[in-house]
C-alpha cells in the first residue's frame, strides 16, 4: 500500500504562504526561544498544528517567529584545491 503521509510534495502543495516556504533542513525558532530542524517527515505535524501564519493552535509558545536557511559554502572538491582569503 502506498501512502503519501510523509510525501513533501504532496503535503505542501495544500499549504499556503508562509507555511508553503518552508522547505527540508529549515530551522525554526519558536516563541519560547527552542529551535528545532523541520524534517521531511515532520509536514503533516505542520499542517496539523500551525495556521497559515506558522501560529501553533494549541500552544503560542511553540508559535513559529523566524525561519532560518541554511547556506552550504563548498569546502572541497576532488581534484581542486580551497584558495584561502
Known amino acids: 500500500m502506498d501512502s503519501n503521509l510523509y510525501s513533501y510534495e504532496a503535503i ?5 504562504s508562509p507555511k508553503k516556504d518552508l522547505i527540508p533542513n529549515d530551522l525554526l525558532i519558536f516563541k ?3 529551535k528545532s530542524i523541520l524534517y521531511a517527515q515532520y509536514y503533516p505535524m505542520i499542517l496539523k498544528l500551525y495556521d497559515d501564519n506558522l501560529n501553533h493552535v494549541y ?5 513559529i517567529i523566524e525561519v532560518l536557511r541554511p547556506h552550504y559554502e563548498s569546502i572541497y572538491e576532488r581534484g581542486k584545491t580551497k584558495v584561502k582569503k
Open 32 to 34: 519560547n526561544g527552542e
Open 59 to 63: 500552544n503560542d509558545d511553540y508559535t
Open 12 to 16: 505542501k502543495s495544500t499549504m499556503k
